[in-house]
């Protein structure tokens, strides 16, 4: 039964980078293979769930869609399935995470919806229960349960822990994210990989995560995503400052997901001044370009 004095609940809901992101191949399913290291970030969305008679959601984001596209009524349905007898909630999202960015935003806020319908429930499903929920969401939903650095690997949903010695080499790293003013559409960016068939092979992804892993490497050397050929092919803006932000600062920047949003690790001994770095992100893309310091949690 549900614990009745618990009718509301906040939940971060953070931003994920792909550290490494490797597409080894499409599946008879239409989805891709992959393998995959992604953080959670110090930064991102809140959501907060009050107990309420139907699944409802509010957010002052006009660009966020509040029926049943969007992923935190979508995971609101899919805990009432598992979890019947417990009623609805009026969800209010608070927005940072921009949409077609490569931060994982609604797959966060699916998760957050999920963690917080369990809280308001009395915690009636266990750890693999709501793994098993998150995974059935999407691709990317389950990396936000462990609220650590993960591996990916298949679609996404089959989920792996570091080594402490590599998890270390991430953890509290500092970061600057940044994205353009226009996003990239997932599906079109898989697509174009597919079309190009700019795959990565599934034994040389595994090779080059297994040297990082094993050796003492920084997180510098773990970069990589094979989506940027397709979108940095439409999309010159993105290459040319990734290009701008390494030759002048000497930062490892790379694309996340399937774009746009971008990130680059701050070095841990004499970082650049943010500010100047952040002057210079809103100098290529304009000054409505987003840039945010944060760290891998």
Not at 30 to 49: E, I, K, M, Q, R
Not at 218 to 234: G, I, T
Not at 253 to 276: H, I, K, N, T, V
Request: charged residues 20%.
């Amino acid at each position: 039964m549900a614990d009745q004095s618990v009718n509301a609940v906040t939940i971060f809901s953070p931003a994920k980078i792909n550290l490494f992101l490797a597409v080894t191949g499409r599946r008879s399913d239409g989805f891709h293979d992959l393998l995959s290291v992604a953080a959670p970030l110090a930064w991102g969305d809140s959501l907060t769930a009050e107990s309420h008679a139907d699944f409802t959601l509010v957010c002052r984001d006009p660009a966020v869609p509040l029926d049943d596209s969007n992923l935190v009524l979508r995971a609101a349905r899919a805990f009432a399935a598992a979890a019947p007898g417990h009623g609805g909630a009026k969800f209010t999202l608070e927005k940072r995470i921009p949409l077609g960015a490569g931060f994982g935003g609604g797959s966060s806020n699916a998760v957050a919806a999920l963690r917080a319908l369990n809280a308001l429930a009395g915690e009636p499903l266990d750890a693999g229960a709501l793994s098993g929920l998150a995974a059935g969401l999407g691709s990317d939903c389950a990396l936000f349960l462990p609220g650590v650095p993960v591996t990916m690997r298949g679609r996404g949903e089959r989920l792996g822990t570091l080594p402490s010695g590599a998890d270390s080499r991430l953890r509290g790293r500092e970061v600057l994210i940044f994205k353009p003013g226009f996003g990239i559409a997932t599906p079109w960016a898989y697509a174009r990989l597919a079309a190009e068939s700019a795959y990565l092979p599934a034994a040389e992804a595994e090779a080059r995560l297994a040297s990082w892993l094993e050796a003492t490497a920084p997180a510098e050397d773990l970069l990589f995503n094979s989506m940027e050929q397709a979108a940095f092919a439409k999309y010159p803006a993105l290459p040319i400052l990734l290009g701008r932000l390494r030759a002048r600062f000497g930062l490892a920047a790379r694309m996340s997901g399937s774009g746009s949003g971008c990130f680059a690790l701050l070095p841990e001994r004499d970082p650049p001044a943010g500010d100047e770095v952040q002057a210079a992100i809103r100098e290529a893309w304009g000054p409505a370009a987003l840039a945010v310091r944060t760290t891998l949690l």
